[in-house]
């Protein structure tokens, strides 16, 4: 399977342990964290989890830094969810990247912000609709310069398994 159910990923300290799951109605990643301590007050508090996708999973996951013009034309089967790399500009930053491929599956985006140091959330979009992962461009802001992008290096049934 490309990415189990549940898997421990790593210890954050000997309290803490962050954990992945799929979601079965969203076909999303989450993270939660467990911690067997709280009664330890000595300690400091841990950051928040990032709630992104760990390309560590599986080999064919992969995060890359686009700009927000990616030149890539997104497709989609009937299902209109599980949206892919249709096809690229010539020239154009995903091209020119050199890692991405057609039929890519994308899973994830994450703004980066040119006016703030702070990191902004990231959009799961495993299995989101074309609508959805369509507006999630629409909607970035105009200081977004470039995203992060996950994508997985396989088909719609190989990132479902």
């Not at 760990?54 to 949206?83: M, N, Q």
């Not at 006016?115 to 299995?127: C, E, F, Q, Y």
Request: charged share 25%.
């Amino acid at each position: 399977t490309a990415i189990r159910k549940s898997r421990s990923i790593t210890s954050i300290s000997t309290s803490t342990t962050i954990a992945i799951a799929k979601n079965q109605h969203t076909s999303s990643f989450l993270l939660k964290s467990t911690n067997d301590d709280d009664n330890n007050n000595d300690s400091k508090p841990e950051p928040e989890p990032d709630n992104t996708i760990d390309v560590t999973l599986d080999p064919r996951l992969y995060r890359i830094r686009l700009s927000r013009a990616t030149g890539i034309e997104w497709g989609t089967d009937l299902s209109f969810s599980f949206v892919y790399v249709r096809n690229m500009e010539p020239g154009g930053a995903a091209s020119a990247s050199c890692l991405i491929d057609k039929g890519d599956q994308i899973c994830e985006l994450r703004p980066v912000s040119s006016t703030s140091s702070d990191k902004l959330p990231a959009v799961p979009l495993i299995g989101a609709s074309f609508d959805a992962v369509m507006n999630s461009f629409a909607s970035l802001t105009k200081d977004v310069k470039d995203i992060d992008l996950v994508f997985f290096h396989g088909s719609k049934d190989e990132l479902k398994d």
